[in-house]
Structure formats: C-alpha cells, structure tokens
C-alpha cells in the first residue's frame, strides 16, 4: 500500500459536500492539505478545524473557472508543502432543469464548471506530474455521466466528458511513460449541497424527494477517494461507482 502520510493533496471544491468530507479525512491519514473553492469563509473555517485536529491544511479562494486560480493553486501546494501528490478535482454544480426551460446561463455555467474547471486543473498541475513521473488525477463525475436522465441532460453531459477525458488522460500518460495514476468517480444520491444551485422547482422538488429517501453522507465517497490513493503506486484504481444501497438507480 501507498501511504497517506506526508503525501500533498489538492482538492477543488472543498469548502463543502464531498471536498470537504475528503479533505477532513485526508488530513486525518496524515496529507498535508491544499483547499481551493470561491467561499473564504467555509475553506478558513476548515483550515482552522484540520489544524486544530493536528491536520496540516492550507486554502485559497479558488474560482476552477479562471485557469490563473488553478495554478496558483498549485503553486500554493508547491510553496506551502514542497510539492502536488494528488489532485482531487471535485469542484462541480448541478442547476438541473428540462432543456425546455432554455436555462441557457447554467447550461454554460455548468460547461465552465464542470468541464473546464476540471481541464484547468489537469493543465496547471500536468507539468508538474510529467516533469516528476509521478502523480494522481482523482476527478467528480456522477452517475449522470454513466446513464442518461430527464432534467440532467447538460449535467449530465459535462461529467460524461469528464469521463472521456479521464479515460484518455490514463492511456495518454501510460503511452507516455509519465507514471500519472487516474480515478474517476461516479457517485449516485450524496447528501451535500449539491442541490442547492437547481432554480427549477419541479426539478429541485424531485431532486429534494430522491435525496431526503435514498441520500448518504460524503464521508463515503472520502473512503472511496482513500482508498483509490493508497494503492500501490504500479496500481489504477480507475473507476467507481459508488451510491445509496436503496437506490435503484
Ligand atoms: N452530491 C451528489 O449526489 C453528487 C453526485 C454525483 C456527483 N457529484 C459531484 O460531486 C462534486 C462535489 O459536489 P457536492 O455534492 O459535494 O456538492 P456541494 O456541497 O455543493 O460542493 C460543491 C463544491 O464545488 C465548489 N464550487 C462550485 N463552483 C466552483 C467554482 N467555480 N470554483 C471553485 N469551486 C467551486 C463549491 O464551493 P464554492 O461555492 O465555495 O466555490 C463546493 O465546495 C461535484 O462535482 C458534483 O457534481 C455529487
């Protein structure tokens, strides 16, 4: 097994959810902690409680949407703890409606989002892991990008692509001989405050139904996140879907 200790997350989206959780239990293991989101208040709050647990963990208010965000990212990573061992590219919203609603400013929010968050990430930290041999690119997806659904057809179309473009980063950096190790994760019903951002009100009244029957915490997602970075190193733990036992789908 590789170890946790000492090894340098990053981690996008954690100032709540799911980056939260996997910050809260990554530092716990013994990594030093790098946390990007845009709300100061919720990441200063984190920093202090991981602190004051005997965690090591620094943040910066981070928008995915602007590429300059990412790499000072990294570099905070890189002036605070020496170096990136693993990047968790979580950062994601999921403003559900049917495409009839024409809800065109969160279609586009979602593609900045969802998608090229997540391609500014691997851009700001790829240099550094080609340049080391060495590193792991964990992202977000979801369920919605394994299987179609009504009200998820932008949603869902951006963690597809993320899929893709996971999949060919892994074959990509194996041709290459760059060592980078990949995960993508397909979670299903997560009680966070993902459904926060939905402005449709049928959309956001199924939603609330589907979460309050079936939905589980983020620490199990954090566990999967774990478990995905202590393999051993000659190991690609490269994709879970992971969700509610109760739910059908
Ligand atoms: N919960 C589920 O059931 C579920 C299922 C499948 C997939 N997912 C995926 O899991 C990921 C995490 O979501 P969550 O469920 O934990 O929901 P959440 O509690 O709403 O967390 C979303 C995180 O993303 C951050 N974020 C949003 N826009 C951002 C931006 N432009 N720049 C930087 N950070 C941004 C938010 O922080 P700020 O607002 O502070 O920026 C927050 O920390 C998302 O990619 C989501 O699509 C969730």
Redesign the pocket.
Known sequence: MSNIKDKVVII?????????ATARLLAQKGAKVVL????ED?LAKLVEAIKANGGDAVSRV????NPEDSKQLVQLAKDSFGGVDVIFL?????PSSPLSALKTDEWNQMID??IK?VLNGIAAVLPVFTAQKSGHIIT?????GLKAYPNGAVYGAT?WAVRDLMEVLRMESALEGTNIRTATIY????N???L?TITDKNAAQGMTELYRKYGIA?DRIANVVTFAIEQPEDTNVNEFTIGPTSQPW
Not at 15 to 20: A, L, V
């Open positions: 996008t989206g954690a100032s709540s959810g799911i980056g939260e990007g989101a845009r709300r919720r981070t928008d995915v949407v979580n950062a994601g919203l999921m989002v969802n968050g977000t997806s979801s369920v919605a963690k979670p299903a019903a997560i966070t405050e993902l926060h983020p």
